[in-house]
């Protein structure tokens, strides 16, 4: 899970170059829409996540049984598709009759919320920790540097097992625990971006007006480093989401009977080879909206920062 | 999606097509097991866990044998017993058992075994056990063990027919753990080779003694793997390379034994399932589970029926005492709360909480029922947190007292008895006692120490229909247990549910 | 550079101890590991026994500080589980997650430098949409899903490897592509960078003045040049193998310290839980220090600054 978290640091422009007005008569708003409109990718990515979002907000409407709703009498249940499967559970039910396909829909939900969730709180704890840092420097640099260099010797998966299995597991305590873990990012992309825009002229100048500095880094600094937090946000709602779903997958995640896909997946990993789908199936989600966020993320970058195209 | 769609269906085939190419295991006489937990440890009396216990059948003999068809304990190395005051038994010898070293069991072996267990250097898991009532044993004379008892208690044949396995004289004198790797026992079969948390490989005991109740013992030879991973073990019995595994769940159990080289065998067993309620109140004194109305809804809306029939299937009963109804002293006439969630309902609004309450359910193993426990109990309007964990979480917050309800199991280590479901659950001191009814501690532990069985029975009787009355508990279902078995092999199966390797034999 | 890595690694040794703490602490709390060690069955005296035999009864930090002290003499305890040395079974099961570590870095690289040297030199055409493609795809398969699907198919299917187990190299094919797979974005898409850079600089138009072409340019000029980068970013990558083995491991039953870890928590077996977080973050710390000191050592620039 983690393993995915290693973005390279090359896919996040740190250069600052979209702070630079552009030349042509165009506003900024302007390019970036002509640019998005031409960019397949980001329109993908981002059809993908409105796709699932949506779902998500109107799961009860789509949902053709309650995502908790047990008949015993009716579980396991194979898909329609195959012998014995039945039109009313398009995907079939599971070990205590469940609607397959109604859980599904329910667990975009809790992927969505966990991702933004843990995302937010990196954001947090990354954009705050990597502004202090470049904008102050000196001490409180090096202090933010030795909590980088402790988290980055952290080994995160088996921590956030460790932890989820300590304080007992819950969907806070999940976004909670992988948001802690998963702020680097943003620190590192942040700080140097702050401390270039931090010689720039315009900074100076609100310096001269006698701005305080907390009002500088709020409506100066911040403000041109939000397309960066924004790509980066992107791409954390994918890490986010794999990590949620490795560790309700691994039964230190999400608890039961709340429809996760990583739980999911695990709850048919024990019938894998007689009822395949039940692996497949949410596994192909996880996938499917992960992609959207990644693609999102990358066409987000491209069209903030043309040059950082690769 | 539309191929992935596909991939499913290819593989759903899949069993079909693994079913060929199976390796003949009768051809070389070994039957090949595969465990999920590692065995470590060869030596029962140091050992607990099921795993153990079966191995220890194929390995070890103790002075008498459970006989799961009679119900009744017989002789094994043991001629018989016989009580010469309450508070002493004379046990004496068959003549001509040997170990698996050749050499010939003596009283002094017997007598060294339970003086050492209960000794202070011991380390064994049964002391706890036997020392609460065994003084010492003494050699009468080369085939004659006298033990001389600390109080009546009836159960000393059965911790001697399962729990204590014979040593020679002497093997722990420089090591507690002595036996763990080099283990000279009196079983059928004697250790060829043992690989620590890998395989035991076993083959028959050429000079076993021919009135062993475990008589008449087939198979030549027996290997068993250590195969933590559910599908390895799948695999490997699709592919012929094991022969049996076992704790296999329902589900994989039908799917598996359709396929034409596999038998899914399944056997009812002494485990049932049930929830503890925290109806002392260590959680909150003044918490709803504390007022009986709420216990009995509780009762009142699960669903036992369909959880035996659907979720365990088999040979799985529905159960409403708190002991298995094959137990001794098990009263079956005690208080039965029928599926009835309007009756649980109003039981509910009449207690007090026509909204429901807010509950912290913990479980450890079957997940899917405790799923459904949790939805039938938000039913009748109850707000339920499952807590599914590891039993070792759930074990350090209850002796912490920070449960308020539990979905519990319990094996009875296989002895048809309500004390060895009882004591555990209604002792002052055990922390699985949530109601702390002084007046069934009594009932309990004074059946303990009563040798006249009917007195016993009535003494159950007693403190069961309390337990029911109060429905301190919601008693739920038997288990029933899944084998899956190579064609090739006849295997049956007991009661008790406790596989017995040594009467497998091939078709 | 030596005094630089030595305060990386003294630090790494400084949040291992921390987190040693904290998880003997949390552990202590939260589970009971004589329950872990008796079983589901065992009676509350049996249990109570265990407790006095392992000495779970003495106070918290008398036990922890028995343990910290035995890890200063070299000696991380007994593991619960095991009832032998912890050191013994990590001694043991470690080589088998080097291995596959080694394994699935192997196949990053067979995957990701092809990948992204010829998505480089063609770029916007077909191939290199394509090279963009899988690197897309990749960084969004849950790793865990990617190898229950590879069981499915090439263990159960087709039969061409085995289910899971690491009885031989064979085993080995699935969890290593598996685990591979999940750096080969990071690794392609660098490669990709560095390439383009590479062939965009002066150097290698004169060298194309010169009358260099194709295949000789990339290999004698280019590939030199743009791999750099790329050899220590598979440093860090070989850290995150052994973080990833902890699924892969445990989904092909291999009996790494991956697995080890998983299982050492799930039961509550602290002094193995502990040295393996402090195993796990000493390797992270040094890969990571790899990386910077084969930058230096690769990169003449760097070395003057």
């Given at each position: 899970?983690m393993?995915?978290?290693?973005?390279?640091?090359?896919?996040?422009?740190?250069?600052?170059?979209?702070a630079t007005?552009?030349?042509?008569?165009?506003?900024?708003?302007?390019?970036?829409?002509?640019?998005?409109?031409?960019?397949?990718?980001?329109?993908?990515?981002?059809?993908?996540?409105?796709?699932?979002?949506?779902?998500?907000?109107?799961?009860?409407?789509?949902?053709?049984?309650?995502?908790?709703?047990?008949?015993?009498?009716?579980?396991?249940?194979?898909?329609?598709?195959?012998?014995?499967?039945r039109?009313?559970?398009?995907?079939?039910?599971?070990?205590?009759?469940?609607?397959?396909?109604?859980?599904l829909?329910?667990?975009?939900?809790?992927?969505?919320?966990?991702?933004?969730?843990?995302?937010?709180?990196?954001?947090?704890?990354?954009?705050?920790?990597?502004?202090?840092?470049?904008?102050?420097?000196?001490?409180i640099?090096?202090?933010?540097?030795?909590?980088?260099?402790?988290?980055?010797?952290?080994?995160g998966?088996?921590?956030?097992?460790?932890?989820?299995?300590?304080?007992?597991?819950?969907?806070?305590?999940?976004?909670?625990i992988?948001?802690?873990?998963?702020?680097?990012?943003?620190?590192?992309?942040?700080?140097?971006?702050?401390?270039?825009?931090?010689e720039?002229?315009?900074?100076?100048?609100?310096?001269?007006?006698?701005?305080?500095?907390?009002?500088?880094?709020?409506?100066?600094?911040?403000?041109?480093?939000?397309?960066?937090?924004?790509?980066?946000?992107?791409?954390?709602?994918g890490?986010?989401?794999?990590?949620?779903?490795?560790?309700?997958?691994?039964?230190?995640?999400?608890?039961?009977?709340?429809?996760?896909?990583?739980?999911?997946?695990?709850?048919g990993?024990?019938?894998?080879?007689?009822?395949?789908?039940?692996?497949?199936?949410?596994?192909?989600?996880?996938?499917l909206?992960v992609?959207?966020?990644?693609?999102?993320?990358?066409?987000?970058?491209?069209?903030?920062?043309?040059?950082?195209?690769? | 999606m539309?191929?992935?769609?596909?991939?499913?269906?290819?593989?759903?085939?899949?069993?079909?097509?693994?079913?060929?190419?199976?390796?003949?295991?009768?051809?070389?006489?070994?039957?090949?097991?595969?465990?999920?937990?590692?065995?470590?440890?060869?030596?029962?009396?140091?050992?607990?866990?099921?795993?153990?216990?079966?191995?220890?059948?194929?390995?070890?003999?103790?002075?008498?044998?459970?006989?799961?068809?009679?119900?009744?304990?017989?002789?094994?190395?043991?001629?018989?017993?016989?009580?010469?005051?309450?508070?002493?038994?004379?046990?004496?010898?068959?003549?001509?058992?040997?170990f698996?070293?050749?050499?010939?069991?003596?009283?002094?072996?017997?007598?060294?075994?339970?003086?050492?267990?209960?000794?202070?250097?011991?380390?064994s898991?049964?002391?706890?056990?036997?020392?609460?009532?065994?003084?010492?044993?003494?050699?009468?004379?080369s085939?004659?063990?006298?033990?001389?008892?600390?109080?009546?208690?009836?159960?000393?044949?059965?911790?001697?027919?399962n729990?204590?396995?014979?040593?020679?004289?002497g093997?722990?004198?420089?090591?507690?753990?002595?036996?763990?790797?080099?283990?000279?026992?009196l079983?059928?079969?004697?250790?060829?080779?043992?690989?620590?948390?890998?395989?035991?490989?076993?083959?028959?005991?050429d000079?076993?003694?021919?009135?062993?109740?475990?008589?008449?013992?087939?198979?030549?030879?027996?290997?068993?793997?250590?195969?933590?991973?559910?599908?390895?073990?799948?695999?490997?019995?699709?592919?012929?390379?094991?022969d049996?595994?076992?704790?296999?769940?329902?589900?994989?159990?039908?799917?598996?034994?359709?396929?034409?080289?596999?038998?899914?065998?399944?056997s009812?067993?002494?485990?049932?399932?049930?929830?503890?309620?925290?109806a002392?109140g260590?959680?909150?004194?003044?918490?709803?589970?504390?007022?009986?109305?709420?216990?009995?809804?509780?009762?009142?809306?699960?669903?036992?029926?369909?959880?035996?029939?659907?979720?365990?299937?088999?040979?799985?009963?529905?159960?409403?005492?708190?002991?298995?109804?094959?137990?001794?002293?098990?009263?079956?006439?005690?208080?039965?709360?029928?599926?009835?969630?309007?009756?649980?309902?109003?039981?509910?609004?009449e207690?007090?909480?026509?909204?429901?309450?807010?509950?912290?359910?913990?479980?450890?193993?079957?997940?899917?029922?405790?799923?459904?426990?949790?939805?039938?109990?938000?039913?009748?309007?109850?707000?339920?947190?499952?807590?599914?964990?590891?039993l070792?979480?759930?074990?350090?917050?209850?002796?912490?007292?920070?449960?308020?309800?539990?979905?519990?199991?319990?094996?009875?280590?296989?002895?048809?008895?309500?004390?060895?479901?009882?004591?555990?659950?209604?002792?002052?001191?055990?922390?699985?006692?949530?109601s702390?009814?002084?007046?069934?501690?009594?009932?309990?532990?004074?059946a303990?120490?009563?040798?006249?069985?009917?007195?016993?029975?009535?003494?159950?009787?007693?403190?069961?229909?309390?337990?029911?009355?109060?429905?301190?508990?919601?008693?739920?279902?038997?288990?029933?247990?899944?084998?899956?078995v190579?064609?090739?092999?006849?295997?049956?199966?007991?009661?008790?549910?406790?596989?017995?390797l040594?009467?497998?034999?091939?078709k | 550079?030596?005094?630089?890595?030595?305060?990386r690694?003294?630090l790494?040794?400084?949040?291992?101890?921390?987190?040693?703490?904290?998880?003997?602490?949390?552990?202590?709390?939260?589970?009971?590991?004589?329950?872990?060690?008796?079983?589901?069955?065992?009676?509350?005296?049996?249990?109570?026994?265990?407790?006095?035999?392992?000495?779970?009864?003495?106070?918290?930090?008398?036990?922890?500080?028995?343990?910290?002290?035995?890890?200063?003499?070299g000696?991380?305890g007994e593991?619960?589980?095991?009832?032998?040395?912890?050191?013994e079974i990590?001694?043991?099961?470690?080589?088998v997650?080097?291995?596959?570590?080694?394994?699935?870095?192997?196949?990053?690289?067979?995957?990701?430098?092809?990948?992204?040297?010829?998505a480089?030199?063609?770029?916007?055409?077909?191939?290199?949409?394509?090279?963009?493609?899988?690197?897309?795809?990749?960084?969004a398969?849950?790793?865990?899903?990617?190898?229950?699907?590879?069981?499915?198919l090439?263990?159960?299917?087709?039969?061409?490897?085995?289910?899971?187990?690491?009885?031989?190299?064979?085993?080995f094919?699935?969890?290593a592509?598996?685990?591979?797979?999940?750096s080969?974005?990071?690794?392609?898409?660098?490669?990709?960078?560095?390439?383009?850079?590479?062939?965009?600089?002066?150097?290698?138009?004169t060298?194309?003045?010169?009358?260099?072409?194709?295949?000789?340019?990339?290999?004698?000029?280019?590939?030199?040049?743009a791999?750099?980068?790329?050899?220590?970013v598979?440093?860090?990558?070989?850290?995150?193998?052994?973080?990833?083995?902890?699924?892969?491991?445990?989904?092909?039953?291999?009996?790494?310290?991956?697995?080890?870890a998983?299982?050492?928590?799930?039961?509550?077996?602290?002094?193995?839980?502990q040295?393996?977080?402090?195993?796990?973050?000493?390797?992270?710390?040094?890969?990571?220090?790899?990386?910077?000191?084969?930058n230096?050592?690769?990169?003449?620039?760097?070395?003057?600054?």
């Open positions: 899970m393993s995915n978290a290693n973005i390279d640091t090359a896919q996040v422009d740190a250069d600052g170059s979209n007005p552009m030349p042509a008569p165009l506003t900024p708003g302007q390019v970036l829409r002509a640019r998005a409109r031409t960019h397949r990718g980001l329109q993908i990515g981002m059809g993908i996540l409105l796709g699932l979002l949506l779902i998500a907000l109107f799961a009860p409407l789509l949902a053709p049984h309650d995502p908790f709703a047990q008949t015993l009498s009716a579980r396991m249940l194979p898909p329609v598709w195959s012998e014995g499967g039109w009313d559970y398009l995907f079939g039910t599971d070990q205590v009759g469940r609607d397959y396909l109604s859980r829909i329910y667990g975009t939900r809790i992927s969505l919320i966990v991702g933004f969730g843990a995302a937010t709180i990196g954001m947090l704890i990354g954009v705050t920790l990597g502004v202090l840092a470049g904008y102050f420097g000196g001490r640099d090096y202090a933010v540097n030795f909590v980088l260099t402790a988290q980055l010797a952290l080994p998966l088996l921590l956030a097992m460790a932890l989820v299995f300590i304080i007992g597991p819950s969907v806070w305590v999940v976004i909670s992988v948001g802690v873990l998963h702020w680097t990012y943003y620190l590192v992309v942040t700080r140097s971006a702050t401390m270039r825009l931090r720039i002229d315009f900074v100076a100048a609100a310096q001269a007006v006698g701005a305080s500095r907390l009002q500088i880094l709020v409506r100066e600094i911040l403000p041109n480093l939000a397309p960066q937090i924004l790509v980066i946000f992107t791409f954390e709602l890490v986010a989401i794999l990590a949620e779903s490795s560790l309700s997958f691994l039964g230190v995640g999400i608890p039961p009977p709340t429809p996760s896909w990583g739980l999911m997946i695990a709850e990993k024990e019938v894998m080879f007689f009822r395949p789908w039940q692996v497949v199936l949410p596994g192909a989600a996880i996938f909206l992609v959207g966020a990644n693609l999102a993320g990358d066409g987000l970058r491209d069209i903030t920062s043309p040059e950082g195209r690769n | 539309f191929s992935y769609l596909r991939i499913a269906a290819v593989a759903a085939t899949i069993p079909f097509m693994l079913s060929t190419g199976a390796r003949s295991d009768a051809g070389d006489d070994t039957l090949r097991v595969a465990f999920g937990e590692e065995v470590l440890n060869l030596d029962y009396n140091n050992t607990t866990k099921r795993e153990y216990i079966i191995l220890s059948d194929l390995v070890d003999e103790g002075l008498f044998d459970y006989d799961p068809e009679a119900n009744t304990y017989v002789p094994s190395v043991a001629t018989g017993y016989e009580y010469l005051d309450p508070l002493t038994i004379e046990v004496k010898l068959r003549d001509g058992i040997t698996h070293d050749g050499s010939a069991l003596t009283a002094e072996d017997v007598a060294y075994t339970y003086n050492w267990i209960i000794s202070e250097g011991s380390e898991k049964a002391k706890s056990a036997i020392e609460r009532w065994l003084d010492k044993a003494v050699v009468v004379d085939k004659t063990i006298r033990f001389d008892m600390l109080e009546e208690y009836p159960l000393a044949v059965r911790d001697m027919a729990r204590i396995q014979i040593r020679k004289a093997t722990y004198d420089d090591d507690p753990n002595a036996a763990a790797i080099d283990l000279v026992g079983g059928p079969y004697q250790v060829v080779s043992f690989e620590p948390g890998k395989e035991v490989v076993l083959k028959a005991y000079g076993y003694f021919a009135d062993s109740p475990k008589q008449p013992v087939q198979i030549g030879n027996i290997v068993i793997r250590s195969l933590p991973d559910s599908g390895t073990q799948q695999a490997e019995l699709f592919s012929g390379g094991v049996w595994i076992f704790k296999v769940s329902r589900d994989v159990a039908e799917s598996m034994g359709a396929a034409p080289n596999i038998d899914h065998v399944v009812t067993d002494l485990r049932i399932g049930f929830l503890v309620l925290d002392f260590h959680t909150d004194p003044e918490g709803p589970l504390t007022n009986v109305l709420v216990r009995r809804a509780m009762n009142h809306a699960i669903n036992r029926k369909e959880i035996a029939e659907f979720l365990m299937g088999g040979g799985a009963q529905v159960v409403h005492t708190a002991c298995h109804p094959a137990q001794f002293g098990c009263d079956q006439s005690v208080a039965d709360y029928a599926y009835d969630p309007e009756k649980a309902r109003a039981l509910l609004a207690a007090g909480y026509p909204d429901g309450f807010d509950l912290e359910l913990w479980s450890y193993r079957d997940k899917s029922v405790a799923e459904v426990v949790v939805a039938k109990l938000e039913a009748v309007g109850i707000t339920v947190s499952l807590r599914h964990g590891k070792a979480s759930l074990n350090e917050a209850r002796a912490n007292r920070q449960i308020q309800a539990y979905f519990g199991t319990w094996g009875s280590g296989g002895t048809p008895d309500t004390a060895a479901i009882a004591r555990v659950h209604f002792s002052a001191d055990s922390d699985r006692n949530m702390n009814n002084p007046k069934v501690t009594d009932l309990v532990l004074a303990e120490v009563t040798g006249d069985q009917e007195k016993r029975d009535a003494l159950y009787s007693e403190a069961l229909s309390i337990i029911a009355d109060e429905a301190y508990w919601v008693p739920m279902f038997s288990y029933a247990q899944n084998f899956l190579s064609s090739e092999l006849e295997f049956p199966t007991y009661a008790d549910g406790l596989p017995r040594y009467r497998a034999k091939w | 550079m030596l005094k630089y890595s030595l305060k690694l003294s790494a040794v400084a949040v291992a101890i921390v987190l040693s703490f904290v998880t003997f602490l949390l552990l202590n709390f939260a589970t009971d590991p004589a329950q872990s060690i008796a079983g589901e069955d065992a009676e509350p005296e049996v249990v109570e026994q265990i407790r006095k035999t392992y000495g779970f009864d003495r106070p918290l930090l008398v036990r922890y500080a028995d343990w910290a002290g035995g890890v200063l003499r000696d991380f593991s619960y589980y095991w009832n032998k040395p912890v050191a990590v001694l043991e099961r470690a080589p997650t080097l291995l596959l570590a080694v394994l699935s870095l192997s196949v990053t690289i067979i995957i990701a430098l092809p990948l992204g040297i010829v480089a030199l063609k770029p916007n055409t077909l191939i290199d949409r394509m090279a963009l493609g899988i690197a897309v795809s990749a960084q398969i849950p790793n865990f899903w990617l190898g229950l699907i590879m069981i499915i090439f263990a159960v299917t087709w039969q061409i490897f085995p289910v899971s187990g690491d009885g031989s190299l064979s085993h094919v699935l969890p592509f598996v685990l591979g797979a999940s080969v974005p990071a690794v392609m898409r660098l490669t990709r960078t560095g390439m383009l850079d590479v062939m965009e600089s002066d150097y290698i138009r060298a194309r003045a010169k009358g260099y072409r194709g295949g000789a340019l990339v290999r004698r000029h280019a590939l030199r040049n791999i750099l980068p790329v050899i220590s598979l440093a860090v990558q070989l850290g995150h193998k052994f973080s990833g083995s902890v699924i892969t491991e445990t989904i092909f039953a291999i009996n790494g310290i991956g697995r080890l998983l299982e050492s928590i799930l039961g509550s077996d602290i002094p193995t839980v040295m393996l977080i402090f195993l796990f973050a000493i390797v992270f710390v040094s890969m990571n220090l790899l990386a910077d000191i084969l230096a050592v690769l990169d003449p620039r760097l070395r003057i600054a």
